[in-house]
Protein backbone atom coordinates (compact mmCIF):
# COMPACT_ATOMS: atom_id res chain seq x y z
CA UNK A 1 0.00 0.00 0.00
CA UNK A 2 1.30 3.40 -0.96
CA UNK A 3 2.17 5.75 1.91
CA UNK A 4 0.18 8.95 2.17
CA UNK A 5 2.27 11.74 1.23
CA UNK A 6 2.33 15.21 3.64
CA UNK A 7 1.75 18.15 1.21
CA UNK A 8 4.02 20.25 3.91
CA UNK A 9 7.39 18.01 2.59
CA UNK A 10 6.52 18.82 -1.30
CA UNK A 11 7.83 21.88 -2.55
CA UNK A 12 5.75 23.87 -4.83
CA UNK A 13 8.72 25.15 -6.73
CA UNK A 14 9.28 21.34 -8.74
CA UNK A 15 6.54 19.92 -10.10
CA UNK A 16 6.04 16.04 -9.07
CA UNK A 17 5.02 13.75 -12.20
CA UNK A 18 3.33 11.60 -9.56
CA UNK A 19 0.20 12.75 -7.98
CA UNK A 20 -0.07 11.59 -4.69
CA UNK A 21 -2.53 8.67 -3.74
CA UNK A 22 -4.11 9.95 -0.21
CA UNK A 23 -6.24 7.45 2.05
CA UNK A 24 -9.32 7.87 4.14
CA UNK A 25 -8.18 5.20 6.87
CA UNK A 26 -10.40 2.35 6.88
CA UNK A 27 -11.90 3.09 3.02
CA UNK A 28 -9.81 0.97 1.74
CA UNK A 29 -10.11 -2.41 3.83
CA UNK A 30 -14.13 -1.69 3.49
CA UNK A 31 -13.76 -2.29 0.06
CA UNK A 32 -11.57 -5.24 -0.02
CA UNK A 33 -14.42 -6.46 2.22
CA UNK A 34 -17.52 -5.78 0.17
CA UNK A 35 -15.48 -7.11 -3.14
CA UNK A 36 -14.98 -10.62 -1.36
CA UNK A 37 -19.28 -11.16 -1.09
CA UNK A 38 -19.49 -10.08 -4.51
CA UNK A 39 -19.97 -13.91 -6.43
CA UNK A 40 -19.13 -12.74 -10.46
CA UNK A 41 -16.23 -13.32 -12.49
CA UNK A 42 -17.13 -11.43 -15.61
CA UNK A 43 -14.29 -11.45 -18.53
CA UNK A 44 -11.34 -9.62 -17.82
CA UNK A 45 -10.91 -6.33 -20.54
CA UNK A 46 -7.34 -6.25 -21.12
CA UNK A 47 -7.09 -3.22 -23.12
CA UNK A 48 -4.84 -1.05 -21.60
CA UNK A 49 -5.49 3.10 -21.17
CA UNK A 50 -3.45 5.28 -22.95
CA UNK A 51 -2.32 6.18 -27.15
CA UNK A 52 0.00 8.08 -29.24
CA UNK A 53 -2.50 10.59 -30.37
CA UNK A 54 -4.36 14.20 -28.30
CA UNK A 55 -7.43 15.06 -29.68
CA UNK A 56 -5.95 17.52 -32.16
CA UNK A 57 -3.70 14.69 -33.68
CA UNK A 58 -6.70 12.65 -33.93
CA UNK A 59 -8.50 15.07 -36.00
CA UNK A 60 -5.90 16.13 -38.12
CA UNK A 61 -5.57 12.52 -39.49
CA UNK A 62 -9.14 11.47 -39.65
CA UNK A 63 -9.60 14.62 -41.20
CA UNK A 64 -7.25 13.81 -44.14
CA UNK A 65 -8.47 9.92 -43.97
CA UNK A 66 -12.07 11.68 -44.56
CA UNK A 67 -10.87 13.80 -47.43
CA UNK A 68 -8.91 10.65 -49.47
CA UNK A 69 -12.27 8.84 -49.17
CA UNK A 70 -14.36 12.02 -50.31
CA UNK A 71 -11.84 12.25 -53.43
CA UNK A 72 -12.10 8.91 -53.91
CA UNK A 73 -15.86 8.64 -54.25
CA UNK A 74 -15.94 11.61 -56.72
CA UNK A 75 -12.84 10.41 -58.67
CA UNK A 76 -14.72 6.45 -59.20
CA UNK A 77 -17.58 8.78 -59.75
CA UNK A 78 -15.74 10.89 -62.97
CA UNK A 79 -15.11 7.51 -64.17
CA UNK A 80 -17.78 5.63 -64.33
CA UNK A 81 -18.85 6.39 -68.29
CA UNK A 82 -14.94 5.44 -69.40
CA UNK A 83 -14.91 2.25 -67.73
CA UNK A 84 -16.02 -0.14 -70.64
CA UNK A 85 -15.95 -3.70 -68.45
CA UNK A 86 -19.55 -4.48 -67.44
CA UNK A 87 -18.48 -6.23 -64.29
CA UNK A 88 -16.30 -3.48 -63.18
CA UNK A 89 -18.41 -0.68 -63.88
CA UNK A 90 -21.01 -2.81 -61.47
CA UNK A 91 -18.46 -3.42 -58.81
CA UNK A 92 -17.29 0.66 -58.92
CA UNK A 93 -20.89 1.60 -58.21
CA UNK A 94 -20.87 -0.37 -55.34
CA UNK A 95 -17.39 1.32 -53.94
CA UNK A 96 -18.64 4.52 -54.77
CA UNK A 97 -20.82 3.97 -51.88
CA UNK A 98 -17.98 2.17 -50.04
CA UNK A 99 -15.87 5.42 -50.16
CA UNK A 100 -18.56 8.08 -49.50
CA UNK A 101 -20.03 5.89 -46.62
CA UNK A 102 -16.46 5.76 -44.86
CA UNK A 103 -16.21 9.91 -45.66
CA UNK A 104 -19.81 10.02 -43.30
CA UNK A 105 -18.16 8.09 -40.65
CA UNK A 106 -15.62 9.83 -40.55
CA UNK A 107 -17.58 13.14 -40.93
CA UNK A 108 -19.42 12.01 -37.94
CA UNK A 109 -16.56 11.42 -35.53
CA UNK A 110 -14.85 14.50 -36.37
CA UNK A 111 -18.00 16.75 -35.34
CA UNK A 112 -17.17 14.76 -32.08
CA UNK A 113 -12.99 15.65 -32.13
CA UNK A 114 -14.18 19.37 -31.90
CA UNK A 115 -14.77 19.53 -35.29
CA UNK A 116 -17.50 21.90 -36.82
CA UNK A 117 -18.99 20.66 -40.15
CA UNK A 118 -18.57 23.64 -42.04
CA UNK A 119 -14.43 23.41 -41.74
CA UNK A 120 -14.89 19.84 -42.58
CA UNK A 121 -16.76 19.98 -45.64
CA UNK A 122 -14.54 22.76 -46.46
CA UNK A 123 -10.98 21.27 -45.72
CA UNK A 124 -9.26 20.71 -49.33
CA UNK A 125 -5.47 19.83 -49.47
CA UNK A 126 -3.49 21.12 -52.58
CA UNK A 127 -0.96 17.78 -52.15
CA UNK A 128 -3.79 15.38 -51.83
CA UNK A 129 -5.27 16.85 -54.69
CA UNK A 130 -2.11 16.64 -57.09
CA UNK A 131 -2.17 12.91 -56.41
CA UNK A 132 -6.10 11.91 -57.16
CA UNK A 133 -5.60 13.88 -60.26
CA UNK A 134 -2.22 11.52 -60.97
CA UNK A 135 -4.39 9.07 -60.11
CA UNK A 136 -7.04 10.10 -62.42
CA UNK A 137 -4.72 10.40 -65.54
CA UNK A 138 -4.92 6.51 -65.70
CA UNK A 139 -4.94 5.22 -68.95
CA UNK A 140 -7.29 2.66 -68.92
CA UNK A 141 -9.73 0.86 -66.51
CA UNK A 142 -7.11 -1.56 -65.35
CA UNK A 143 -4.58 1.45 -64.39
CA UNK A 144 -7.30 3.17 -62.80
CA UNK A 145 -7.70 -0.16 -60.28
CA UNK A 146 -4.57 -0.33 -60.13
CA UNK A 147 -4.27 3.60 -58.83
CA UNK A 148 -7.31 3.48 -56.98
CA UNK A 149 -7.30 0.34 -55.09
CA UNK A 150 -3.59 -1.28 -55.07
CA UNK A 151 -1.93 2.22 -54.19
CA UNK A 152 -4.06 4.27 -52.45
CA UNK A 153 -6.73 1.61 -51.38
CA UNK A 154 -3.97 -0.54 -50.12
CA UNK A 155 -2.15 2.72 -48.16
CA UNK A 156 -5.36 3.54 -46.75
CA UNK A 157 -6.00 -0.13 -45.21
CA UNK A 158 -2.55 0.04 -43.51
CA UNK A 159 -3.37 3.46 -41.93
CA UNK A 160 -6.55 2.52 -40.75
CA UNK A 161 -4.97 -0.60 -39.15
CA UNK A 162 -2.21 1.46 -37.77
CA UNK A 163 -4.62 4.03 -36.08
CA UNK A 164 -6.52 0.74 -34.65
CA UNK A 165 -3.27 -0.01 -33.09
CA UNK A 166 -1.82 3.34 -32.19
CA UNK A 167 -4.77 5.14 -30.85
CA UNK A 168 -6.44 4.96 -27.19
CA UNK A 169 -8.46 1.64 -27.18
CA UNK A 170 -10.50 3.15 -24.11
CA UNK A 171 -10.32 6.77 -24.18
CA UNK A 172 -10.67 6.79 -28.49
CA UNK A 173 -13.23 3.62 -28.70
CA UNK A 174 -15.63 5.05 -31.03
CA UNK A 175 -12.69 6.04 -33.42
CA UNK A 176 -11.58 2.74 -33.65
CA UNK A 177 -14.84 1.12 -33.98
CA UNK A 178 -15.64 3.55 -36.72
CA UNK A 179 -12.38 2.04 -38.68
CA UNK A 180 -13.32 -1.62 -38.09
CA UNK A 181 -16.23 -0.72 -40.01
CA UNK A 182 -14.89 0.86 -42.82
CA UNK A 183 -12.26 -2.20 -43.29
CA UNK A 184 -15.28 -4.67 -42.86
CA UNK A 185 -15.80 -2.76 -46.93
CA UNK A 186 -12.25 -2.58 -47.86
CA UNK A 187 -11.27 -6.00 -47.52
CA UNK A 188 -13.51 -7.34 -50.23
CA UNK A 189 -13.17 -4.87 -52.30
CA UNK A 190 -9.43 -4.60 -52.34
CA UNK A 191 -9.32 -8.24 -52.73
CA UNK A 192 -11.87 -7.98 -55.72
CA UNK A 193 -9.53 -5.16 -57.19
CA UNK A 194 -6.61 -7.72 -56.80
CA UNK A 195 -8.43 -10.72 -58.92
CA UNK A 196 -9.86 -7.79 -61.24
CA UNK A 197 -6.33 -6.77 -62.52
CA UNK A 198 -5.52 -10.42 -62.51
CA UNK A 199 -8.31 -11.02 -64.69
CA UNK A 200 -7.20 -8.00 -66.83
CA UNK A 201 -3.67 -9.13 -67.07
CA UNK A 202 -4.28 -12.67 -68.33
CA UNK A 203 -7.06 -11.48 -70.86
CA UNK A 204 -4.24 -9.94 -72.80
CA UNK A 205 -3.63 -6.19 -70.33
CA UNK A 206 0.21 -6.04 -70.33
CA UNK A 207 1.38 -6.31 -66.60
CA UNK A 208 5.07 -4.11 -67.13
CA UNK A 209 3.08 -0.51 -67.77
CA UNK A 210 0.53 -1.36 -64.90
CA UNK A 211 3.80 -1.59 -62.28
CA UNK A 212 5.73 0.94 -63.59
CA UNK A 213 2.26 3.21 -63.01
CA UNK A 214 1.55 1.41 -59.16
CA UNK A 215 5.55 2.41 -58.70
CA UNK A 216 5.07 6.37 -59.82
CA UNK A 217 2.08 6.38 -57.83
CA UNK A 218 3.51 5.06 -54.64
CA UNK A 219 6.45 7.26 -55.15
CA UNK A 220 3.79 10.15 -55.44
CA UNK A 221 2.39 9.45 -52.37
CA UNK A 222 5.82 8.99 -50.36
CA UNK A 223 6.70 12.30 -51.39
CA UNK A 224 3.10 14.09 -49.50
CA UNK A 225 4.36 12.13 -46.41
CA UNK A 226 1.59 9.04 -47.01
CA UNK A 227 -1.90 9.27 -46.19
CA UNK A 228 -1.37 10.15 -42.54
CA UNK A 229 1.18 13.03 -44.11
CA UNK A 230 3.45 12.05 -41.06
CA UNK A 231 5.55 9.70 -42.91
CA UNK A 232 8.91 10.24 -43.72
CA UNK A 233 8.51 12.39 -47.44
CA UNK A 234 10.59 11.27 -50.41
CA UNK A 235 11.12 13.02 -53.94
CA UNK A 236 8.47 13.45 -55.96
CA UNK A 237 8.31 11.39 -59.65
CA UNK A 238 8.61 13.34 -62.60
CA UNK A 239 7.05 14.19 -65.17
CA UNK A 240 3.53 13.93 -63.55
CA UNK A 241 0.97 12.80 -66.46
CA UNK A 242 -1.74 15.30 -65.19
CA UNK A 243 0.81 18.04 -64.97
CA UNK A 244 1.18 17.87 -68.98
CA UNK A 245 -2.10 17.35 -69.30
CA UNK A 246 -4.97 18.17 -66.42
CA UNK A 247 -7.75 15.06 -65.75
CA UNK A 248 -11.01 15.95 -67.48
CA UNK A 249 -13.92 13.03 -67.15
CA UNK A 250 -14.83 11.21 -70.10
CA UNK A 251 -18.47 11.96 -71.72
CA UNK A 252 -19.13 8.98 -73.89
CA UNK A 253 -20.37 5.88 -72.30
CA UNK A 254 -18.32 2.46 -73.12
CA UNK A 255 -19.42 -1.10 -73.23
CA UNK A 256 -17.23 -4.18 -73.53
CA UNK A 257 -17.12 -6.40 -76.83
CA UNK A 258 -20.35 -8.43 -75.52
CA UNK A 259 -22.67 -5.73 -75.79
CA UNK A 260 -23.99 -4.77 -79.12
CA UNK A 261 -25.52 -0.89 -78.07
CA UNK A 262 -27.97 0.96 -80.41
CA UNK A 263 -28.55 4.76 -79.77
CA UNK A 264 -30.61 5.64 -82.56
CA UNK A 265 -33.96 4.75 -81.22
CA UNK A 266 -35.27 4.64 -77.46
CA UNK A 267 -37.69 1.91 -78.45
CA UNK A 268 -36.50 -1.80 -77.86
CA UNK A 269 -38.55 -3.27 -80.91
CA UNK A 270 -37.60 -0.80 -83.52
CA UNK A 271 -33.70 -1.64 -82.10
CA UNK A 272 -34.90 -4.77 -82.53
CA UNK A 273 -36.34 -4.48 -85.94
CA UNK A 274 -39.09 -6.38 -84.96
CA UNK A 275 -41.89 -7.56 -81.63
CA UNK A 276 -41.96 -9.73 -79.77
CA UNK A 277 -44.75 -9.93 -78.35
CA UNK A 278 -47.77 -7.95 -78.96
CA UNK A 279 -47.07 -3.96 -77.98
CA UNK A 280 -48.84 -3.56 -74.69
CA UNK A 281 -49.27 -7.16 -73.98
CA UNK A 282 -47.88 -8.12 -70.50
CA UNK A 283 -45.56 -10.34 -71.75
CA UNK A 284 -43.97 -7.27 -73.96
CA UNK A 285 -44.04 -4.66 -70.61
CA UNK A 286 -42.40 -7.43 -68.09
CA UNK A 287 -39.68 -7.73 -71.01
CA UNK A 288 -39.09 -4.06 -71.59
CA UNK A 289 -39.08 -3.53 -67.76
CA UNK A 290 -36.40 -6.46 -67.38
CA UNK A 291 -34.26 -4.90 -70.12
CA UNK A 292 -34.76 -0.99 -68.62
CA UNK A 293 -33.06 -2.52 -65.27
CA UNK A 294 -30.24 -4.06 -67.02
CA UNK A 295 -29.77 -1.11 -69.20
CA UNK A 296 -29.54 1.06 -65.99
CA UNK A 297 -25.79 0.66 -66.06
CA UNK A 298 -26.12 4.24 -68.03
CA UNK A 299 -27.78 4.77 -64.23
CA UNK A 300 -24.59 4.40 -62.89
CA UNK A 301 -23.02 6.48 -64.68
CA UNK A 302 -25.25 9.76 -64.64
CA UNK A 303 -25.07 9.36 -60.99
CA UNK A 304 -21.43 8.59 -61.06
CA UNK A 305 -20.50 11.40 -62.96
CA UNK A 306 -23.15 13.77 -61.05
CA UNK A 307 -21.06 13.15 -57.93
CA UNK A 308 -17.73 14.42 -59.73
CA UNK A 309 -19.58 17.32 -61.51
CA UNK A 310 -21.21 18.92 -58.25
CA UNK A 311 -18.17 17.84 -56.33
CA UNK A 312 -17.45 19.78 -52.95
CA UNK A 313 -20.67 21.49 -53.34
CA UNK A 314 -22.72 19.82 -50.63
CA UNK A 315 -21.65 17.13 -48.80
CA UNK A 316 -25.03 14.99 -48.27
CA UNK A 317 -25.99 15.93 -51.87
CA UNK A 318 -22.55 13.80 -52.90
CA UNK A 319 -23.36 11.15 -50.50
CA UNK A 320 -26.98 10.69 -51.74
CA UNK A 321 -25.78 10.48 -55.05
CA UNK A 322 -23.56 7.90 -54.28
CA UNK A 323 -25.85 5.76 -52.32
CA UNK A 324 -28.37 6.06 -55.50
CA UNK A 325 -25.08 4.73 -57.54
CA UNK A 326 -24.78 1.89 -55.66
CA UNK A 327 -28.78 0.97 -55.96
CA UNK A 328 -28.58 1.38 -59.84
CA UNK A 329 -25.45 -0.76 -60.24
CA UNK A 330 -27.86 -3.27 -58.36
CA UNK A 331 -30.70 -2.77 -60.45
CA UNK A 332 -28.73 -3.51 -63.35
CA UNK A 333 -27.49 -6.70 -61.14
CA UNK A 334 -31.28 -7.65 -61.09
CA UNK A 335 -32.19 -7.24 -64.58
CA UNK A 336 -29.13 -8.99 -65.67
CA UNK A 337 -30.42 -12.00 -63.66
CA UNK A 338 -33.81 -11.21 -63.84
CA UNK A 339 -33.00 -11.67 -67.79
CA UNK A 340 -31.14 -14.99 -67.28
CA UNK A 341 -33.97 -16.50 -64.95
CA UNK A 342 -36.16 -15.43 -67.91
CA UNK A 343 -34.20 -17.88 -69.86
CA UNK A 344 -32.23 -15.09 -72.21
CA UNK A 345 -28.41 -14.75 -72.63
CA UNK A 346 -28.12 -10.75 -71.50
CA UNK A 347 -25.79 -10.20 -74.31
CA UNK A 348 -28.19 -11.24 -76.94
CA UNK A 349 -30.41 -8.29 -75.79
CA UNK A 350 -29.39 -5.22 -77.32
CA UNK A 351 -28.30 -2.49 -75.15
CA UNK A 352 -29.57 1.10 -74.87
CA UNK A 353 -27.01 4.11 -74.84
CA UNK A 354 -29.39 6.58 -76.07
CA UNK A 355 -30.13 8.36 -72.87
CA UNK A 356 -26.43 8.03 -71.89
CA UNK A 357 -24.96 9.64 -74.78
CA UNK A 358 -26.96 12.56 -74.37
CA UNK A 359 -26.47 13.07 -70.55
CA UNK A 360 -22.99 12.39 -70.95
CA UNK A 361 -21.41 15.88 -71.68
CA UNK A 362 -24.84 17.72 -70.23
CA UNK A 363 -24.93 20.04 -67.63
CA UNK A 364 -25.96 17.84 -64.34
CA UNK A 365 -28.73 19.85 -63.59
CA UNK A 366 -30.45 19.04 -66.82
CA UNK A 367 -29.14 15.58 -66.99
CA UNK A 368 -30.45 14.75 -63.50
CA UNK A 369 -33.60 16.59 -64.13
CA UNK A 370 -34.41 13.81 -66.90
CA UNK A 371 -33.10 10.99 -64.84
CA UNK A 372 -34.76 12.03 -61.79
CA UNK A 373 -37.68 13.54 -62.44
CA UNK A 374 -39.09 12.02 -66.26
CA UNK A 375 -37.04 8.93 -65.53
CA UNK A 376 -37.64 7.86 -62.03
CA UNK A 377 -40.73 9.76 -61.53
CA UNK A 378 -41.71 7.87 -64.78
CA UNK A 379 -41.07 4.27 -63.50
CA UNK A 380 -43.17 5.00 -60.61
CA UNK A 381 -46.15 5.93 -62.59
CA UNK A 382 -46.08 2.42 -64.35
CA UNK A 383 -44.64 0.45 -61.77
CA UNK A 384 -47.70 -0.60 -59.42
CA UNK A 385 -49.70 -1.80 -61.85
CA UNK A 386 -46.90 -3.88 -63.21
CA UNK A 387 -47.12 -5.04 -60.15
CA UNK A 388 -50.50 -5.98 -59.84
CA UNK A 389 -50.16 -7.54 -62.87
CA UNK A 390 -47.38 -10.17 -61.99
CA UNK A 391 -49.18 -11.09 -59.19
CA UNK A 392 -52.61 -11.81 -60.99
CA UNK A 393 -50.32 -14.23 -63.38
CA UNK A 394 -48.39 -15.50 -60.19
CA UNK A 395 -45.01 -14.35 -61.99
CA UNK A 396 -42.91 -14.32 -58.93
CA UNK A 397 -39.59 -12.92 -60.73
CA UNK A 398 -40.92 -10.02 -61.60
CA UNK A 399 -42.99 -9.44 -58.89
CA UNK A 400 -40.05 -9.79 -56.45
CA UNK A 401 -37.68 -7.78 -58.53
CA UNK A 402 -40.15 -5.19 -59.04
CA UNK A 403 -40.76 -4.71 -55.67
CA UNK A 404 -38.13 -3.79 -54.53
CA UNK A 405 -37.23 -1.50 -57.24
CA UNK A 406 -40.17 0.39 -56.48
CA UNK A 407 -38.59 0.99 -53.07
CA UNK A 408 -35.56 2.29 -54.23
CA UNK A 409 -36.75 4.36 -56.60
CA UNK A 410 -39.45 6.17 -53.95
CA UNK A 411 -36.58 6.54 -52.10
CA UNK A 412 -34.48 8.35 -55.09
CA UNK A 413 -37.42 10.48 -55.95
CA UNK A 414 -37.01 11.80 -52.48
CA UNK A 415 -33.27 12.46 -52.66
CA UNK A 416 -33.20 14.05 -55.60
CA UNK A 417 -35.04 17.34 -54.44
CA UNK A 418 -32.34 18.13 -52.36
CA UNK A 419 -29.35 17.31 -55.14
CA UNK A 420 -31.22 19.09 -57.88
CA UNK A 421 -31.40 22.38 -55.19
CA UNK A 422 -27.56 22.27 -55.14
CA UNK A 423 -27.53 21.30 -58.30
CA UNK A 424 -29.25 24.65 -60.12
CA UNK A 425 -31.50 27.69 -59.05
CA UNK A 426 -34.15 27.63 -61.78
CA UNK A 427 -37.52 26.81 -61.00
CA UNK A 428 -39.02 23.94 -62.21
CA UNK A 429 -40.81 25.32 -65.08
CA UNK A 430 -37.62 26.41 -66.38
CA UNK A 431 -35.89 23.14 -65.48
CA UNK A 432 -37.91 20.87 -67.19
CA UNK A 433 -38.30 23.01 -70.29
CA UNK A 434 -35.11 23.75 -70.73
CA UNK A 435 -34.58 19.46 -70.53
CA UNK A 436 -36.81 19.23 -73.06
CA UNK A 437 -35.27 21.11 -75.61
CA UNK A 438 -31.29 19.71 -74.42
CA UNK A 439 -33.31 16.09 -75.05
CA UNK A 440 -35.20 17.36 -77.97
CA UNK A 441 -31.51 18.65 -79.76
CA UNK A 442 -29.82 15.33 -78.60
CA UNK A 443 -32.37 12.78 -79.92
CA UNK A 444 -32.83 14.38 -82.70
CA UNK A 445 -28.82 14.61 -83.50
CA UNK A 446 -29.17 10.76 -82.71
CA UNK A 447 -31.86 10.24 -85.33
CA UNK A 448 -33.91 8.69 -82.27
CA UNK A 449 -36.43 11.64 -82.79
CA UNK A 450 -37.50 12.67 -86.39
CA UNK A 451 -37.48 16.55 -87.35
CA UNK A 452 -40.84 16.01 -89.60
CA UNK A 453 -42.76 14.80 -86.32
CA UNK A 454 -43.35 18.97 -86.14
CA UNK A 455 -42.60 19.19 -82.44
CA UNK A 456 -40.82 22.18 -81.29
CA UNK A 457 -39.75 20.02 -78.43
CA UNK A 458 -40.53 16.10 -76.73
CA UNK A 459 -43.02 15.51 -74.10
CA UNK A 460 -41.88 14.80 -71.16
CA UNK A 461 -44.16 11.47 -71.80
CA UNK A 462 -41.88 10.69 -74.88
CA UNK A 463 -38.46 11.39 -72.81
CA UNK A 464 -39.90 8.77 -70.53
CA UNK A 465 -40.67 6.71 -73.35
CA UNK A 466 -37.70 7.06 -75.06
CA UNK A 467 -34.78 7.82 -72.78
CA UNK A 468 -36.45 6.78 -69.01
CA UNK A 469 -34.42 6.39 -66.52
FE1 LIG B 1 -33.01 2.25 -61.04
FE1 LIG C 1 -33.18 5.10 -59.63
Keep these: MAKPVDPANSSPSSPT ?36 FTVAENARRLLRFFYFERRLMQSLGAWTLSIPEFEVKLETGRHIFYHADAARAFRE ?66 TIRCLRRILADYEPMLSWADAAVVAYVEGGIEESPLAVWRWHLQRLL ?33 RDVRFDTFKNTGDYE ?84 TGSTCRGPMDPAFAMAEINLFGEVGVLKTINNLIDAAS ?35 NARDLELRTRELFTECLVSLGAVRKDMDVFTVSREDIEHLVGE
Design 17 to 52: TEIPYTAVPGQREASAQRRQSYPYRFPRDHRLLGGK
Design 270 to 353: VADGQERYPKESYEALRLRFIRTQRDEVDAIEAFGTFIWDIRFKDFQAEYDLARITWDEARHTEIGHRALQAAGYDPFELRNRL
Design 392 to 426: DRNDELLRHVSDFIRSDERTHVRKGGHIIKVMTDL
Design 109 to 174: RLTEQEMRPRDIDGFRDAEIDRFIEELLSAANAPELLAGVHQVLGRALATAYRHHIDDTDPITDTP
Design 222 to 254: VSIGGVTGADPKGAAPTPLRSEARPFARGTVPL
